[in-house]
């Protein structure tokens, strides 16, 4: 093995590592691991453990480590053509071939894709298009944008605003004005526990109506949601949630954004979280799963309705101003034509649901009845499960005792990767979707063990 014994010190020298305690891993007092290689569900660190990663990176490596067929797409590519740009009209065989893949298994009311690299931009594009919308509609005051708590969006200045996560704003002067945020559809922590999941959603609908009565329905251009949270719990909606919201949003005009990075192309069990949910949005937005984080693309996915007026848009006021260098990034198309097929051809989609609620019933039946394990939740390979100091009244523990994160490191300890997840004491499990029945088990185990180990039994 290469080793290069300096690594750990330009490390701490050189690298602004993203969503890390600066201070803490520049001292050398946090944990820091070098990753190697990867191969199906694991991760190799240059110290040789090979970890199960049981989060697929950052939710994101659908496939799996290791696919020759991504890496020779992606080379081949880079050997034809490694670049060229998208303006005014100019495209590759990569980039069309790709948006009419999206296309094809896109909702039916679905038009055209813009392409950028990330789940951020890619949803600060989605905010301009709806104020541009407006302004060609000519209604310049509809503009506010209604996220939800705990909702998780990005981490620019629009999107970090969206994000309903306090650690994004804190220090930031965030979130801005324009955006409001309403109850988080989380079920689990409904303000009054006699609430049943139909008095949650009726709660749920309430609000959102009447801030949408404060605010103005003339002043709130679109909703913002994932069809199931992801950084802000790992959360599947209650029943009948996205049944009840959207007559409201359609009654006051109001646009509906499903932002499915983390559920687009099969993570719930269905290719889009808008197809599992019944949710019929003006725009999607992808990332993530569109390559399997091979490269990076992400992808505004425009309804019919949005793009009549944006081509009006073009007409009265010429070239749409809005654009990056790497928009429909031939490299990256490449990487999401050689994903998406191995998608289809592995069956991924229908594996998600299959192993993933053999998953969730493991890990029930296995941790279901400890005394600190509140919920155990979960749709696809999305499941979370949810500590408490008290399971009668679902009191949380001490966030200095640090719960989550203990687990988390307990885990890694028994060889598998998952993420504590932020506000509150949660594990999250976002496997790639190639995980078999064997290492869903393996993962019940290594967990069962680690909570034990830092719980009691
Ligand atoms: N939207 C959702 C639902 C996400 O989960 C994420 C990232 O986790 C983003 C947007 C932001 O994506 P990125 O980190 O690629 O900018």
Redesign the pocket.
């Known amino acids: 093995m290469l080793r290069n014994d300096q690594l750990d010190q330009w490390d701490r020298e050189n690298f602004f590592h993203p969503s890390t305690h600066l201070a803490q891993h520049a001292r050398g007092e946090a944990h820091s691991r070098i990753i190697e290689t990867g191969s199906g569900v694991h991760i190799e660190d240059r110290d040789g453990n090979r970890l199960l990663d049981a989060f697929a990176g ?2 994101c490596v659908n496939v799996g480590y290791g696919r020759q067929e991504i890496a020779e797409a992606i080379a081949e590519q880079a050997r034809k053509l490694a670049y060229y740009h998208a303006y005014v009209g100019h495209g590759t065989e990569a980039s069309i071939t790709l948006s009419k893949m999206i296309l094809d298994r896109a909702p039916d009311n679905m038009s055209k894709v813009y392409f950028g ?7 600060e594009t989605n905010i301009k298009l709806v104020w541009y919308y407006n302004n060609i509609l000519g209604r310049p005051e509809k503009k506010k944008i209604i996220s939800r708590w705990r ?6 200045l629009m ?1 970090g605003s969206l994000t309903g996560l306090e650690l994004f704003h804190k220090k930031f002067d965030l979130p801005f004005d324009n955006v409001l945020h309403t109850e988080a559809p989380y079920y689990f922590r409904r303000p009054d526990l006699a609430m049943s999941e139909a008095d949650f959603v009726s709660h749920c609908v309430a609000e959102l109506e009447a801030m949408i009565e404060r605010e103005g329905a003339d002043t709130i251009a679109a909703f913002i949601g ?1 069809p199931a949270m ?2 802000g719990g790992l959360v599947p909606p209650p029943k009948g949630y996205w049944q009840a919201i959207q007559p409201v949003l359609k009654k006051h005009d109001i646009l509906l954004i499903a ?5 687009g192309f099969g993570r719930l069990g269905s290719m889009f979280g808008s197809e599992h949910y019944g949710i019929e949005a003006d725009i999607i ?1 992808i ?2 799963g569109l390559t399997s984080a091979y490269a ?1 693309l ?1 992808g505004s996915i425009v309804s019919n309705k949005v793009w009549d007026v944006l081509m009006k848009g073009t007409d009265e006021t010429g070239p749409i101003g809005h654009g990056w260098t790497y928009s429909a990034h031939p490299i990256g198309a490449a990487a999401a034509i050689a994903n998406l097929k191995l998608v289809d051809e592995l069956n991924l989609v229908e594996n998600a649901g299959v192993v993933g609620s053999h998953f969730t019933s493991a890990m029930r039946d296995a941790l279901g009845d400890h005394p600190n394990v509140g919920e155990i939740r979960g749709e696809g390979l999305l499941m979370a499960v949810e500590f408490v100091e008290d399971r009668e009244t679902r009191r949380f523990f001490d966030p200095s005792k640090k719960i989550g994160p203990t687990i988390a490191g307990e885990l890694l300890k028994n060889g598998v990767i998952a993420r504590a997840m932020p506000q509150g004491d949660i594990i999250g499990f976002a496997p790639p979707l190639c995980l078999t029945g064997d290492e869903a088990q393996q993962i019940v185990d290594a967990m069962t063990k680690s909570v034990e180990s830092v719980l009691g039994r």
């Open positions: 950052l939710y690299l990330g789940g951020s931009d890619a949803n909702g998780y969006h990005g981490s620019g999107t994932e992801g950084t932002d499915e990075v983390v559920t937005t990332a993530k990076p992400s």
